[in-house]
């Protein structure tokens, strides 16, 4: 399996500007509160909100920030009426696009989206247009030395992961969605540490576009990461 396109707003860079820090916090405050209100406060039982604490600790996010998010989830503190949103289309090349986030506001979104896309030639696309060529997938990636690099394949595989990739340093490890938490409490039982772990579009195929496109597709990607209800951009696009 090659490496998938998943450009990724609020796991990219932990090294960054105050500013941008915040926006951070916001989106990844969204997601928590949106993880309780689905599946509730427990990181215990919610494996999806004990992932996005992971994240919010990994980026050092205050942990009365983690508190107040989840007690919005649960009611016992007033916020935003939050709803997790997720938008198709192309973009430059044809390159196939699935756009996931949070909002407050779903027609302010899609319309956002939408100028965004139009803007950075893109466009949006209908419910199913694009989603079939993805599959959904739990994704860990590990950073591991080079002399490490058959140890920990052989440790993927014989944990149950479905495929690795490796890019530089970095190795991607695919699981099945439901394989996700039981694979990544095994690797860290092995004191390798863990960059990040998520749930993840990934394409089937993916496509090749000229070097200009793929400059675009970036200008694209970025104008979507700074829409504060976006959180992740997936695509097609050949690494």
Excluded at 45 to 63: C, G, V
Excluded at 121 to 132: D, I, N, S, T
Excluded at 173 to 196: A, R
Excluded at 232 to 239: A, F, H
Aim: negative net charge.
């Amino acid at each position: 399996m090659s490496g998938h396109s998943h450009f990724k707003t609020i796991k990219a860079h932990k090294e960054v500007a105050d500013v941008k820090k915040g926006k951070i916090f916001s989106k990844i405050g969204r997601l928590i509160t949106v993880a309780v209100k689905e599946a509730g406060g427990d990181p215990i039982t919610n494996s999806r909100l004990r992932l996005m604490i992971d994240q919010a600790k990994k980026f050092n996010m205050p942990k009365e920030n983690i508190e107040r998010s989840i007690k919005k989830g649960t009611g016992e503190l007033v916020g935003e009426k939050l709803e997790g949103v997720s938008f198709e289309g192309f973009g430059p090349g044809g390159v196939a696009l699935i756009i996931e986030g949070i909002t407050d506001n779903k027609n302010r979104t899609l319309g956002e989206i939408k100028t965004i896309l139009n803007q950075n030639g893109g466009k949006l696309a209908g419910e199913g247009a694009v989603r079939w060529m993805f599959d959904k997938k739990g994704v860990i990636t590990v950073n591991c030395e080079i002399k490490m690099r058959e140890e920990l394949e052989l440790l993927a595989i014989e944990t149950g992961a479905q495929d690795v990739f490796w890019h530089d340093n970095l190795l991607d490890i695919y699981t099945k969605p439901e394989d996700l938490e039981k694979i990544k409490k095994e690797i860290e039982g092995k004191q390798i540490k863990i960059e990040s772990a998520s749930l993840d579009w990934v394409a089937k195929e993916e496509v090749e576009v000229s070097n200009k496109e793929k400059e675009v597709s970036q200008r694209l990607f970025e104008a979507l990461d700074e829409s504060d209800d976006i959180n992740d951009i997936y695509s097609n696009l050949k690494l």
